[in-house]
């Protein structure tokens, strides 16, 4: 080649990488007004939020473990007969009386769980910088660093912000384009209590300790510290507050730490911890802090790519792009929201940290929404929906460590509480890993959060096969069975074995007149049992342990109720058929059989999928932002893209002030409102289940594909037995696919276009990988009033199925016919 066409080449890809980070922006031509529009940078323990102000920089900082309260347990030990009475009043349909009784008696009276707090504010302050022009600010997901830049005066100024990885500090860096420019003062702020503050070694030292809540008394010692780093000017660091004048450069360091060790330890050292991330921040300068940071960060999020297209509408404001995506047509917003998903949860778990909570680490108050605890009946699984899924499988493991944690103390609280062996978690817990039951009965009395929670240590197995893997997490699933199986009653007009006290999550029924939820064997709950025993089993007989026990609970599984299809023709939320097709109610419970579970499919039981379908009609599509989420995920194991993004416009709306709308703020976080992260993880995860979903027995290519995306690529989703997919199409059908193997065995893959070549047959009888083994349910009981009419998909017909006995570590792509 010549020097001209290689130097033709190098600016091609150079102009080729330029758009892709372009494309992975999130930008605006205006600071930020309030804290839905500031722009979040995490590294797993720390969180900053960046309003961009030119006058006085914001950056709200939290730190993981600033959680109010101390180690405790909120179990408590039941008078006599009260479990017994409410049961029978349950029975007796004195659902009312039932509640009560379960608020009175049953919840906890000791606490609801601690909050997560604000470590509190940093400002910098410049002076004269309140008349500005040319502004600018964006948060780049590629590299998970955020930027802002204006003019003054005729000057340009620039500031760079990153949460870093690798040296667990915030580093802020201050530049402008002409020298001794940077004139500004820098204070700390903080809601905590018992602050003290004081100068050690040029730094800015704050502590304190996080407050009492419930009576239980406050024990997080906290220490934050700020120091500057200037090139060419002076500075002093007097009075709380750091004054730098006439510099060409300042970097700010912020390093923060607690005495939190784990749940039920707070003996650790904030100062020696504080000082330790201070000094290997500090020590570093700050070009190789942040290539080693980026590099770091890019090791997780280079594994995927997703490319729908580009139109007029990328050039535009974030903020722009999302008010008006349902009425324009903008599919790079869409791959910018999926990868942003992503973003987060990197950004809010990492291994060792923990786990995501209500608002994954960014909060900014003293007492936020529901605590931002950990909702067990929904929420905080939903946040680790696309940890696999989406190539992210090591953010999973602050998810697991908070399951086995919550294994040890609900042993506790099962036994206290109910005298039953294993373990419960109820609908909530905190970071000292709380699982009696908290709030009113209306929510809380829900025992039944183990067995969603151990859903997701079975996920892991089922994407490795580790046998390992599955040794070690055994005893955990084992004993959460072990829970149900003491704590299930007969119910008295099926003899079904049900759940009781319990729940459809928050959703108020007919048989109360919609004053109560409590129940007994809601169709979750019956779903998530099933589940939960099935896994058991199979792992018992994998591992050749525990035969006694798995036939015990082979006998009681066949006791469980059925699903049923109701009069309105669809899938009840209750033991009986209560539901009405004027509940718009945001759970979508009874629908768990469908997605995230596997007992719902459009292949093996239609009649159900036609049920599940009714009752998301009769539900509709606006909700709460999470809600839609789910409804996302729902509609895309319908094979219905379509809807499936219809909701995605749904809940990509621009929310500014509403209280009561569902959507988007403008800083891409997902609104309740308020803010919950779930909803921007729920909707990353239907997007990847509209490409590629590995539940049913096959890998199935391009499932849900919505008829707007007519070309695109995603690269990098991950199948169960660990089958890695790059896939291409041009015209709504598929035209390029790549395999690659990370454990070997069999991938079963079902596209409605033909393959040929590398080895690829035509599927015979039942899947030989374990991995993609289907559940054997019920048969469905149908109301006598009911009338579902289920028409032949064609699915079977008018879709390939192949078989691919791969090597371990070896890619293979097809030709498309």
Not at 553 to 566: A, D, F, S, V
Not at 569 to 574: D, G, P, R, V
Not at 615 to 634: E, N
Not at 639 to 666: F, M, P, R, W
């Amino acid at each position: 080649m010549t020097k001209k066409t290689l130097l033709f080449i190098s600016l091609f890809c150079f102009a080729l990488q330029l758009t892709a980070q372009n494309n992975m922006k999130l930008w605006y031509d205006k600071p930020a007004l309030d804290w839905n529009q500031a722009l979040p940078l995490g590294n797993g323990r720390l969180g900053a939020m960046v309003f961009g102000t030119p006058a006085v920089e914001h950056l709200q900082l939290n730190e993981e473990t600033i959680w109010a309260g101390s180690p405790n347990s909120n179990a408590h030990k039941l008078e006599d007969g009260v479990l017994e009475k409410v049961r029978q009043l349950v029975f007796e349909g004195k659902y009312v009386e039932a509640e009560n009784l379960a608020t009175a008696k049953i919840m906890s009276p000791k606490n609801h769980g601690m909050p997560y707090q604000t470590m509190g504010d940093l400002f910098i302050s410049f002076p004269n910088h309140n008349k500005y022009s040319e502004y600018y600010r964006d948060l780049d997901i590629s590299n998970a660093t955020a930027s802002v830049s204006y003019k003054v005066d005729g000057v340009t100024y620039k500031r760079e912000v990153f949460t870093s990885f690798t040296d667990q500090a915030i580093i802020v860096r201050l530049t402008a384009d002409k020298p001794k420019s940077i004139t500004c003062n820098v204070f700390l702020t903080s809601p905590q209590e018992k602050p003290s503050r004081y100068i050690e070694d040029e730094e800015l030292v704050f502590t304190a300790i996080t407050p009492a809540h419930e009576k239980q008394s406050g024990k997080v010692q906290l220490e934050t510290r700020v120091k500057p780093k200037v090139t060419g000017g002076t500075y002093t660091v007097s009075d709380d507050i750091i004054s730098i004048e006439n510099a060409d450069e300042a970097i700010l360091y912020i390093a923060i730490a607690t005495n939190f060790v784990n749940y039920k330890d707070i003996s650790g050292d904030k100062t020696a911890k504080c000082k330790a991330y201070m000094n290997k921040a500090f020590g570093k300068d700050y070009d190789t802090a942040r290539k080693e940071h980026i590099a770091f960060f890019r090791q997780y999020m280079d594994r995927m790519s997703i490319d729908l297209g580009k139109t007029e509408a990328s050039d535009k404001p974030t903020d722009t792009r999302i008010k008006e995506f349902a009425t324009s047509y903008d599919p790079e917003l869409a791959a910018m929201y999926f990868q942003f998903g992503r973003y987060l949860l990197i950004c809010s778990s990492q291994p060792n940290t923990q786990p995501a909570n209500l608002q994954g680490i960014w909060n900014d108050r003293y007492l936020p929404s529901w605590d931002s605890k950990y909702t067990c009946n929904i929420n905080v699984e939903m946040n680790y929906w696309p940890a696999e899924i989406t190539n992210l499988s090591e953010m999973h493991e602050p998810m697991f460590q908070m399951v086995r944690e919550v294994a040890e103390t609900g042993t506790h609280t099962a036994q206290l509480m109910y005298n039953c062996r294993g373990w419960v978690l109820h609908h909530n817990t905190d970071i000292w890993r709380i699982t009696g039951p908290v709030d009113r009965a209306a929510s809380g009395m829900w025992p039944t959060g183990g067995a969603w929670v151990s859903q997701h240590l079975w996920y892991r197995y089922l994407q490795t096969g580790d046998k390992e893997y599955l040794k070690s997490i055994y005893p955990v699933i084992r004993d959460a069975a072990m829970f149900f199986n003491d704590f299930l009653i007969e119910e008295p007009t099926h003899k079904w074995l049900v759940v009781s006290p319990s729940n459809s999550p928050e959703n108020t029924h007919a048989g109360s007149g919609n004053k109560a939820t409590i129940t007994a064997g809601t169709t979750i709950d019956n779903q998530l049992v099933f589940d939960l025993f099935s896994n058991v089993i199979t792992a018992s007989e994998v591992l050749g342990i525990d035969k006694e026990f798995c036939d015990t609970l082979r006998t009681k599984r066949e006791k469980l109720p059925p699903m049923q299809i109701g009069q309105h023709n669809q899938l009840q939320e209750w033991l009986h058929d209560w539901d009405s097709p004027e509940d718009k109610h945001r759970h979508v419970s009874h629908l768990y059989g469908l997605f995230p579970s596997n007992q719902i499919s459009p292949f093996r039981t239609p009649e159900l999928c036609e049920a599940a379908k009714n009752s998301l009609i009769y539900r509709g599509d606006p909700s709460t932002g999470w809600s839609m989420g789910w409804k996302v995920c729902l509609w895309a194991r319908l094979l219905d893209g379509d809807h499936a993004y219809k909701l995605l416009t749904n809940q990509l709306d621009l929310v500014t002030n509403e209280k009561k709308k569902g959507g988007t703020y403008s800083n891409m976080f997902d609104a309740h409102p308020p803010f919950q992260i779930d909803g921007n993880f729920g909707c990353t995860t239907g997007i990847a289940e509209m490409f590629l979903q590995s539940h049913d027995g096959f890998v199935y290519v391009l499932p849900a594909l919505p008829s707007v995306w007519k070309n695109g690529s995603i690269k990098g989703l991950v199948s169960r037995g660990g089958f890695v997919f790059d896939i291409e199409w041009k015209d709504g059908k598929l035209s390029k696919l790549t395999v690659t193997s990370l454990n070997g065995g069999n991938c079963r893959i079902r596209t409605a276009t033909a393959l040929k070549d590398n080895g690829i047959k035509k599927a015979k009888g039942e899947n030989p990988n374990p991995l993609f083994a289907i559940p054997q349910i019920k048969t469905p009981l149908v109301s006598d009033k009911a009338t579902i009419k289920v028409a032949d998909s064609g699915l079977d017909k008018t879709t390939h199925l192949y078989d691919l006995n791969t090597v371990k570590g070896k890619s293979y792509s097809f030709n498309i016919k």
